[in-house]
């Protein structure tokens, strides 16, 4: 009988079994996380059933709007890909803020969802414009910081607004900032053709490009803290060595 000895685990084979067991359960996590959009059917009937189960409990079976949420009559497509694509929806608490996420579906199925939302509301609202590569960035980044700026600062990181933060821009993709910049979102505007063309837009869209791909956009990012963090490094900075000067010529007269 030499069973008892071996069947009684060591300290070093539980660790192994508990580090396996770990692995394995992350792997399933990961595995399983966007299990709505492998269930998902690509198009036609397949987005319909999608929209009835994880949109028309709170957008209402026509899209028509429920006391959850708001109606997505006249929200355009450009809203629709958007709030899909940046992970926004389906949000998961009707009270929670929508934030960017890794996005629910695949990117057919997020094409089929906004088919079938526009199918469903009659297809109005703003589409998303063209991101043409041969836009002009430095028109683009004029109308940047005329536009976008003021919430998202002159690098993009985003700052402080009313109560909401605007995020950084930088996870965002050129289809989403130029369907983003049509729709609006939470607090941000929509801006129709009457404030930025087509052209216009693309314009923008290959200025947020090119400061996605520079190190230092907008001058002096200072580490990058966004415009209160760095007004307040200026007065920490700034005053004492402002204070030791005037002490300096007050001793010295
Ligand atoms: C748990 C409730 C809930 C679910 C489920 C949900 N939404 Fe939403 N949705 C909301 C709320 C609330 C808002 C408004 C968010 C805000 O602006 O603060 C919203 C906003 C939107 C908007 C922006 C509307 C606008 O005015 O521009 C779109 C588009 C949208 N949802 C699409 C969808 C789609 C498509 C699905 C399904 C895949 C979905 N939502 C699932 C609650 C939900
Ligand atoms: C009044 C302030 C304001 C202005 C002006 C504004 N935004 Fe926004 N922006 C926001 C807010 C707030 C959000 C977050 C919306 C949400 O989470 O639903 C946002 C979101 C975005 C996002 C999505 C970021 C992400 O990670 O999903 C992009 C891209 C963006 N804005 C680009 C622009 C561009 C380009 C302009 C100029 C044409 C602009 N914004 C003008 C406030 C603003």
């Known amino acids: 009988m030499r069973v008892a000895p ?21 792997f399933a996590l990961v595995v399983n996380a966007p299990s709505r959009s492998a269930a ?3 198009a036609g009937d397949g987005a319909g059933q999608l929209f009835r189960a994880d949109c028309s409990y709170c957008h209402g079976t026509a899209g028509q709007g429920t006391e959850l949420a708001p109606t997505l009559r006249g929200v355009g497509r450009a809203s629709v890909y958007f709030q899909l694509a940046s992970g926004r929806m389906p949000l998961a608490d009707a009270r929670a803020t929508p934030r960017r996420a890794a996005p629910a ?41 005329l ?5 998202h600062a002159w690098s993009g990181e985003g700052g402080a607004l009313f109560e909401r933060e605007a995020p950084s821009i930088h996870a965002a993709s050129r289809i989403e900032v130029a369907a983003v910049i049509r729709a609006g979102s939470g607090n941000m505007p929509a801006f129709g053709q009457a404030a930025l063309s087509d052209r216009q837009v693309a314009d923008v869209v290959a200025y947020v490009n090119e400061l996605d791909h520079s190190k230092d956009p907008g001058g002096n990012p200072l580490w990058h803290l966004g415009p209160f963090a760095e007004g307040l490094i200026a007065l920490g900075v700034a005053l004492p060595i402002l204070l030791a000067a005037t002490r300096w010529i007050g001793e010295r007269s």
């Open 6 to 26: 071996r069947s009684r685990p060591r300290p070093a084979s539980r660790v192994g079994g508990l580090a396996a067991g770990i692995a394995a359960l992350a």
């Open 40 to 42: 998902a059917p690509g």
């Open 105 to 145: 579906y695949s990117p057919a199925t997020i094409a089929a969802l906004v088919d079938e939302v526009a199918r469903l509301t009659g297809d109005t609202g703003p589409t998303i414009p063209e991101v043409s590569p041969r836009a002009d960035v430095a028109a683009g980044g004029e109308l940047y910081r």
């Open 147 to 151: 536009d976008c700026a003021a919430c």
